[in-house]
């Protein structure tokens, strides 16, 4: 059974940083496809970015130039930074695993969850 768990979330300033951590246990997901979604009150899940087995990234426009992902398969690990936090950045951010070689922006692609961890950046 494989488990996603998020961590790093909370409150911060806009303008701050933060760093966001998913731990994976359970059957290793090498070769799968790792992305992070988020999800703001009212809104529906959104993709953020995405990592290949191979390295391949791919981002949402609202984060380019702003954002950081790293990943280490043998760790069981995933990480995401994001610069500048603004209020919009607000909402439950998700990791999540695709058993696929190719990325995919839609969560209705995603086979594994975690639980989301809360980011809230106040004004």
């Known amino acids: 059974q494989v488990s996603l768990v998020e961590s790093g979330g909370g409150l911060v300033q806009t303008g701050d940083s933060l760093r966001l951590s998913c731990e994976v246990s359970?059957?290793?997901?090498?070769?799968?496809?790792m992305a992070w979604f988020r999800q703001a009150p009212g809104k529906e899940r959104e993709f953020v970015l995405s990592?290949?087995?191979?390295?391949?990234?791919s981002y949402a426009d609202f984060v380019k130039g702003r954002i950081a992902m790293s990943r280490s398969d043998a760790e069981g690990t995933m990480s995401l930074e994001i610069d500048r936090l603004r209020p919009e950045d607000t909402g439950v951010y998700y990791c999540?695993?695709?058993?696929?070689?190719?990325?995919?922006?839609?969560?209705?692609?995603?086979?594994?969850w975690g639980q989301g961890t809360q980011v809230t950046v106040s004004s």
């Open positions: 359970g059957p290793t997901l090498i070769g799968h496809v």
């Open positions: 999540a695993a695709r058993n696929s070689l190719l990325s995919s922006s839609s969560p209705k692609e995603y086979d594994y």
């Open positions: 990592i290949t087995a191979d390295g391949a990234t």
